[in-house]
């Protein structure tokens, strides 16, 4: 009996230890964009004039995730005179359309200081899929 107890336990722990849930890239990860190339003189680059009171980093999309993708996402946005982002869009991603969802909506759920100069328009900010994390870039 303590023979079957003893197998039965040490199949249901392998079981469990061959569904470990971790990042296999399958693409590659592309060259970060210059950021600043992408703006104007008279743009916000993310960060550089803000600070965050209510900032969270988007979850790397379960699908990108299982799938090996890695990538990344330049979003403009607009902060108001209270610190609050508006017209969020994404002006460019790659691999195009991946992660876009994901990190538009989370950056639409930031909340800056209110800005000393009043509202900012065309901020920048990157942020990177990458081995199975999220991080920003510069």
């Known amino acids: 009996m303590r023979l079957i107890t003893a197998v039965t336990a040490l199949v249901l722990l392998s079981a469990c230890a061959s569904k470990a849930d971790y990042f296999v890239p399958k693409s590659e990860y592309p060259v970060d964009p210059w950021v600043k190339g992408y703006s104007n003189p008279d743009d916000c680059l993310g960060g550089e004039k803000l600070a965050a009171r209510k900032f969270f980093l988007p979850e790397y999309p379960r699908s990108e995730f299982n799938g090996g993708w890695q990538g990344w996402v330049i979003l403009r946005l607009d902060v108001n005179a209270e610190g609050y982002t508006e017209n969020v869009a994404v002006e460019r991603s790659v691999p195009k359309g991946r992660f876009d969802r994901t990190a538009r909506r989370a950056v639409e759920g930031w909340i800056f200081e209110p ?22 870039g510069g």
């Open 115 to 136: 800005p000393v100069d009043g509202p900012m328009a065309n901020c920048r900010v990157l942020i990177r899929f990458k081995l199975g994390g999220v991080s920003l």
